[in-house]
């Protein structure tokens, strides 16, 4: 006689259930006969570095790393598409040369922009925020 | 060696018929003085040679007390390596707080112990055991790793005659026993207050 396939189905999810509740029902015991638990503001405290935190961590804080982002996208990204471009130039359908250069014409208007906030100075110069 | 609950010729008698007996009590303090985690953080230079008793050359994995863990919350052990400022003691206070049970104190050198050398000077705390219950003290400026091995096997001795049950049990088992100490707060001029007197007795200062 052959087992019912589905059992061992039903002893494997038997196994899975009692590896986690086993030692949590342990651990209920020990400390319902051994070891009385002792809470307090500090031990339940949320943050853990002996520094007691401020405030709220809602809080709004200004997006300017987004600057950085479309830099990042003009010179690096860029770059990583312009390079199969440039090898596989010859052998490309206008189709494809035109939809690359959508894309660098994207690109080449967020440069634009990011030349007129200012974020291309270099140094003391005021950097677009 | 613990005080054994099974009488030692028994033991010794079954042993040698390939039985192996326990209680809960040895196993339990065998398993703990054995994972001792120490809560990573150093305060000055003893921390240093705290490095070096966990690097390879010293390499306190031997004794099971390699996991260095950066949460208090994982922490067995506290040892308080360097010299505690009145600036750093509440952070310190705090942390042991938020260690769970059982937890012990190694207090190591002697700022730890008492200021040390910078005990004349106005930001030094006279000793973490002001605020803070001290298993083992180890002299030294610093100590060296060995005497840290030292003190980490002390603490080992300690943790393996804790008992589990009876009027003497560990105190981290009775249920009167706090957990949590209060924390010192920046007074005008010093830690307010600047002792915990529940904690800290010193000896009365006899004046022949």
Same mark, same amino acid.
């Given at each position: 006689?052959?087992? =019912?396939?589905?059992?061992?189905?039903?002893? #494997?999810?038997?196994?899975? !259930?009692?590896?986690?509740?086993? @030692? +949590?029902?342990?651990?209920?015991?020990?400390?319902?006969?051994?070891?009385?638990?002792?809470? $307090?503001?500090?031990? =339940?405290?949320?943050?853990?570095? /002996?520094?007691?935190?401020?405030?709220?961590?809602?809080?709004?804080?200004?997006?300017?790393?987004?600057?950085?982002?479309?830099?990042?996208?003009?010179?690096?990204?860029?770059?990583?598409?312009?390079?199969?471009?440039?090898?596989?130039?010859?052998?490309?359908?206008?189709?494809?040369?035109?939809?690359?250069?959508?894309?660098?014409?994207?690109?080449?208007?967020?440069?634009?922009?990011?030349?007129?906030?200012?974020? !291309? *100075?270099? $140094?003391?110069?005021?950097? /677009?925020? | 060696?613990?005080?054994?609950?099974?009488?030692?010729?028994?033991?010794?008698? +079954?042993? %040698?018929? $390939?039985?192996?007996?326990?209680?809960?009590?040895?196993?339990? *303090?065998?398993?703990?003085?054995?994972?001792?985690?120490?809560?990573? #953080?150093?305060?000055?230079?003893?921390?240093?040679?705290?490095?070096?008793?966990?690097?390879? %050359?010293?390499?306190?994995? %031997?004794? $099971?007390?390699?996991?260095?863990?950066?949460?208090?919350?994982?922490?067995?052990?506290?040892?308080?390596?360097?010299?505690?400022?009145?600036?750093?003691?509440?952070?310190?206070?705090?942390?042991?707080?938020?260690?769970?049970?059982?937890?012990?104190?190694? &207090?190591?050198?002697?700022?730890?112990? &008492?200021?040390? @050398?910078?005990?004349?000077?106005?930001?030094?705390?006279?000793?973490?055991?002001?605020?803070?219950?001290?298993?083992?003290?180890?002299?030294?400026?610093?100590?060296? @790793?060995?005497?840290?091995?030292?003190?980490?096997?002390?603490?080992?001795?300690?943790?393996?005659?804790?008992?589990?049950?009876? %009027?003497?049990?560990?105190?981290? !088992?009775?249920?009167?026993?706090?957990?949590?100490?209060?924390?010192?707060?920046? /007074?005008?001029?010093? !830690?307010?207050?600047?002792? =915990?007197?529940?904690?800290?007795? @010193?000896?009365?200062?006899?004046?022949?």
């Amino acid at each position: 006689m052959t087992p =019912n396939p589905y059992l061992f189905i039903v002893i #494997f999810a038997g196994v899975a !259930l009692m590896f986690p509740l086993l @030692p +949590l029902a342990l651990a209920w015991c020990w400390r319902r006969f051994f070891q009385p638990p002792k809470p $307090g503001p500090d031990k =339940n405290a949320i943050y853990e570095c /002996g520094v007691e935190s401020i405030g709220d961590a809602q809080i709004q804080f200004r997006s300017q790393y987004y600057l950085y982002a479309i830099i990042f996208l003009i010179f690096d990204v860029e770059a990583i598409f312009l390079v199969p471009f440039a090898v596989a130039f010859s052998g490309l359908p206008v189709g494809a040369f035109i939809a690359v250069l959508v894309f660098l014409l994207l690109l080449i208007e967020g440069l634009i922009w990011a030349w007129g906030k200012g974020c !291309l *100075n270099w $140094g003391s110069g005021r950097t /677009g925020t | 060696m613990s005080e054994s609950q099974i009488d030692e010729g028994l033991r010794a008698e +079954l042993q %040698r018929q $390939g039985v192996w007996v326990t209680s809960m009590q040895e196993l339990y *303090n065998w398993g703990r003085k054995n994972s001792i985690w120490p809560l990573q #953080f150093g305060l000055a230079c003893c921390a240093i040679e705290m490095i070096a008793t966990a690097a390879s %050359r010293y390499d306190i994995a %031997r004794f $099971g007390g390699e996991v260095f863990r950066p949460s208090p919350r994982q922490a067995d052990l506290m040892i308080v390596a360097g010299t505690v400022t009145k600036k750093m003691a509440p952070q310190i206070v705090r942390l042991y707080n938020q260690m769970p049970d059982p937890k012990y104190v190694i &207090s190591m050198g002697a700022c730890a112990i &008492s200021g040390g @050398p910078f005990k004349q000077g106005y930001n030094v705390l006279k000793g973490i055991d002001r605020y803070i219950p001290v298993d083992v003290y180890i002299p030294g400026c610093p100590p060296r @790793p060995e005497a840290l091995l030292h003190a980490f096997m002390e603490l080992q001795r300690k943790i393996d005659s804790q008992k589990l049950s009876g %009027r003497e049990k560990a105190d981290f !088992l009775k249920k009167e026993q706090p957990s949590e100490f209060p924390v010192p707060e920046f /007074g005008e001029h010093d !830690l307010n207050p600047p002792a =915990n007197k529940d904690v800290y007795q @010193p000896p009365e200062l006899e004046r022949v």
